[in-house]
Nanobody, 125 residues
Framework: VQLQASGGGSVQTGGSLRLSCVVSGGTFNRGFMAWFRQAPGKEREFVAAIKWSGGSTFYADSVKGRFTISRDNAKTTMYLQMNNLIPEDTAVYSC???????????????????WGQGTLVTVSS
């Protein structure tokens, strides 16, 4: 499948953004999809994941209570609602999909086989 991420931008501390990731080029109906982010000079890190069938969600501790991952009922788009943004959230956010993932690997980037291009989120103080 192909993944297309969008929705990034620049906001001030406390602001909100919603990222979208559109799935195309095939049917994705099992496994996990996730958001990862990479800040300048840092390694890529897990943000949130959603089990495509069933909708169970998982979050990094750093975003719990502020970010919400979801998907639409047609299972063609994944979202990341980001509230109460802080400068430490500044990064390039990428979406990823993995059909053969199990829950214990949901936060592991190498477990995902399909990646979209990143979208830049900048949070100023």
């Amino acid at each position: 499948v192909q993944l297309q991420a969008s929705g990034g931008g620049s906001v001030q501390t406390g602001g909100s953004l919603r990222l979208s990731c559109v799935v195309s080029g095939g049917t994705f109906n099992r496994g996990f999809m996730a958001w990862f982010r990479q800040a300048p000079g840092k390694e890529r890190e897990f943000v949130a994941a959603i089990k495509w069938s069933g909708g169970s969600t998982f979050y990094a501790d750093s975003v719990k209570g502020r970010f919400t991952i979801s998907r639409d009922n047609a299972k063609t788009t994944m979202y990341l609602q980001m509230n109460n943004l802080i400068p430490e959230d500044t990064a390039v956010y990428s979406c990823a999909a993995g059909r053969s993932l199990i829950q214990s690997s949901a936060a592991s980037a190498p477990a995902y086989t399909d990646w979209g291009q990143g979208t830049l989120v900048t949070v100023s103080s």
